[in-house]
């Protein structure tokens, strides 16, 4: 496959940016959208010119690292991560516009890598249990209803992509919160810190800057874990549960 490539190119965080086209060719369809920017990038080094920065780490749709805009949906045309994300879903000859998450709170520090820290401030606000650790606890000690179970399950697959945040016209990052919340909150263990957590989190979510939810769901559409919308509704009960009893 030919393909022209439109990349957002900035230097730094002082950098106004702009889209800067590329072609690359001889792309098999078999490749990740990441192996297809190696590829570019490996051209652009032995050319002498500044490679394309962009994040990633496992490769495996697990860690959350990469993300980007691709032809102006977070994470491309599938509902997977970048890295899980092939080239036989384009086409010979397509253009592609590749840019990075575009929110407030997560400001582009060069290329296509942005500042995601936000997201691990809103988990130290309230996203860790106080029960001792060490040596393995008893299996019986806790016993966990399998409705719990099921729901922390579900939620504790949210990989902090930042997805959610990028597709939102909010910015918003109730979704990722949410299942920070709902996924402690379902479980015994995190019942000493239920209504702080929420409170706190909810609370360094608006210090960091993001957006409200208007219920617009585009967070849910594009996680590529599948993070339910109703996992908002959850949080906003156990806010205002907290809320009262405080
Ligand atoms: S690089 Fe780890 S999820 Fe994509």
Redesign the pocket.
Known sequence: MNLTLRIWRQSGPDDAGRMTEYDVRDISPEMSFLEMLDTLNEELILSGDEPVAFD???????????GMVINGEAHGPERT????LHMRHFDDGDTIDIEPWRASAFPVVKDLVVDRTAFDRIIGAGGYITAPTGSAPEAHATPVPKPAADTAFEHAEC?G?GACVAACPNGSAMLFTSAKVVHLNSLPQGAPERESRVLDMVGRMDDEGFGGCTNTGECATACPKGIPLFSITKMNREFVRAARKG
Request: charged residues 20%; glycine residues 12%; negative net charge.
């Open positions: 990633h780490d496992c490769r495996e749709g697990i860690c959350g690292a990469c991560t970048t890295c899980q990989i992509c």
